[in-house]
């Protein structure tokens, strides 16, 4: 009975120290101020592009394909269910 306590009060301990831990912010650190920003140098807008329409060419194609498919299945249904109508009396 006394382990049960104990492990009951270990519990609610360590979900203390996380609820505590949990809300505090991390500390700030000084930014050094020079001229220029510590930004990424610029790509030229052609790169950019052309990185741009191949992720979204990358996305199209399998979406493409799957409105086929779901085509193909709609039309696939619409067979079933008339063979159904048919069939039945």
Known sequence: MKMHGFCLSLLFAVALVGVIGCQQEVPKTEVPKTGTPSA??????????????????????????????????????????????????
């Open 40 to 89: 990424p140098a610029a790509a030229s807008k052609s790169v950019t592009e052309s990185t741009g329409q191949a992720v979204v060419d990358s996305i199209k194609a399998p979406l493409d394909k799957s409105r086929a498919v779901e085509g193909t299945f709609e039309k696939a249904a619409g067979k079933t269910a008339d063979t159904i109508k048919d069939a039945a009396p």
